[in-house]
């Protein structure tokens, strides 16, 4: 069983940047696919980017390609999100998950964090 708790998150201006963080405990870290999703005010929870157990592969949501970037460090256990040229249309609570292998859907998920971004 993993747990995520997720950090970074907050205020920022439009074309601002924001590193979010997922910190995973439990065992197997990179036996994990990672992937980041986020829930607007009134909206559905959306996929935001999947990245592979090695952290050689990333997909990205055709609304963050080319601003967002992911990465993991499977030795710190951690997958972060790295946010740039922020919208206000990004304002959301964003969730870490991980995919077992094998597994059709994100089976664990962090609490959430607030990231808004201000016009």
């Known amino acids: 069983q993993v747990q995520l708790v997720e950090s970074g998150g907050g205020l920022v201006q439009a074309g601002g940047s924001l590193r979010l963080s997922c910190a995973a405990s439990?065992?197997?870290?990179?036996?994990?696919?990672m992937g980041w999703f986020r829930q607007a005010p009134g909206k559905e929870r959306e996929f935001v980017v999947g990245?592979?157990?090695?952290?050689?592969?990333?997909y990205y949501a055709d609304s963050v390609k080319g601003r967002f970037t992911s990465s993991r460090d499977n030795a710190k256990n951690t997958v972060y999100l790295q946010m740039n040229s922020l919208k206000p249309e990004d304002t959301a609570v964003y969730y870490c998950?991980?995919?077992?292998?094998?597994?059709?859907?994100?089976?664990?998920w962090g609490q959430g964090i607030q990231v808004t971004v201000s016009s």
């Open positions: 439990g065992r197997g870290f990179s036996s994990y696919t």
């Open positions: 990245i592979s157990r090695s952290g050689g592969t990333t």
């Open positions: 998950a991980a995919q077992e292998v094998g597994a059709r859907l994100f089976g664990h």
